[in-house]
């Protein structure tokens, strides 16, 4: 009778220790911004982000950037009416940044836009561009002209991470690095892009120049359709240790449930594995064709993560002792017999 009694007390503790998981998966959403929740563009004093709002920073090379508009569902950004020119926003998405620790864990960044006007244009050396990043808590500068002194230190000059880039003919479709920078090779404000690696001499970060993961072949020659709405969907995940695999994919429609337009996939390990924190993002494109105008409305970004979680020390601690203890009284049982 006693011994049936302690076989069911093993198979009750074991059944109890089976049912806790080592580490728990967290799927959560960091930060989802509609632009409706008090977002700012351009301020002078830009603000620390919250889960549904955050500072934008808008960036352009050969002029001053028109200063974005927000409206719910809807942050507007203008490119210059010319036949080369670079646009960039840059954010932060939280104050605590998202660390990928455990091999499977993933943090993710979806845009869902629209072509409002000519942003790339079929055929043409166009491209678009995203990101994330660690700021090292460096909130960004007010947006300015890129190809121009004034905020060579500050602001994004320090941030460390990674970039898809979605190429048009003529262009390249790469993932590539971004570390932190010196000083602006031609002009100090070329130091605070984050997303354009080399694209220009004197408005993109070249000191040091990012480093290629990959690069994905064919590129985009079909280019996107003026009015038409489009996901962006950008992930980077912990598939060994100090080995991060990053993706970009482009999808019709405001979701990814759409058609895949087109993907592209690279690694980052050993002397490229640069961080695996993240709390910032950029978002931007690269207009290479006939001078024409060239805007886009974004309608949401949103930052999810999952991030696996190790139980308490006293769930692990207790576990342990009931343990020890069957193996105490089975011990004691042994001897007996």
Request: hydrophobic letters at 40%; proline letters at 4%.
């Amino acid at each position: 009778m006693k011994n049936n009694l302690f076989k069911n007390y093993l198979v009750a503790f074991t059944a109890c220790a089976l049912s806790l998981p080592l580490a728990a998966v967290a799927q959560t959403t960091v930060f989802n911004d509609t632009f409706g929740s008090g977002s700012t563009a351009q301020s002078a004093t830009p603000a620390s982000p919250t889960a549904t709002s955050t500072a934008y920073e808008y960036f352009q090379q050969g002029g001053n950037p028109v200063t974005p508009t927000l409206a719910v569902g809807d942050l507007h950004l203008a490119g210059r009416t010319t036949s080369s020119s670079i646009s960039e926003v840059q954010a932060l998405f939280t104050t605590t940044p998202v660390t990928l620790s455990t091999v499977g864990d993933w943090i993710d960044l979806t845009v869902v836009f629209t072509d409002t006007q000519n942003i790339f244009p079929a055929a043409s050396a166009s491209t678009l561009n995203i990101g994330l990043f660690n700021s090292g808590g460096s909130l960004p500068v007010q947006g300015v002209r890129l190809d121009s002194t004034g905020s060579g230190t500050g602001g994004a000059v320090g941030w460390t991470g990674y970039i898809g880039r979605i190429g048009g003919t003529g262009s390249s479709s790469p993932i590539f690095t971004r570390a932190p920078q010196g000083a602006g090779l031609t002009n100090p404000n070329q130091s605070q892009d984050v997303l354009f690696n080399g694209a220009s001499g004197s408005s993109t970060y070249n000191n040091p120049a990012g480093t290629t993961l990959g690069t994905t072949t064919p590129v985009f020659s079909a280019g996107l359709t003026a009015s038409s709405t489009y996901t962006l969907d950008y992930q980077i995940s912990l598939s060994a240790a100090n080995t991060l695999m990053i993706s970009n994919a482009l999808y019709s429609g405001s979701s990814v449930a759409g058609t895949a337009l087109y993907n592209e996939i690279a690694t980052a390990s050993g002397a490229t594995y640069l961080t695996g924190s993240f709390d910032a993002l950029g978002l931007g494109w690269r207009f290479n064709s006939t001078s024409a105008a060239n805007s886009i409305d974004v309608s949401s970004i949103t930052v999810a993560d999952s991030i696996q979680t190790i139980p308490e020390p006293g769930i692990l601690a207790l576990l342990g002792s009931g343990a020890a203890f069957a193996a105490v009284v089975f011990r004691r049982r042994q001897a007996r017999r």
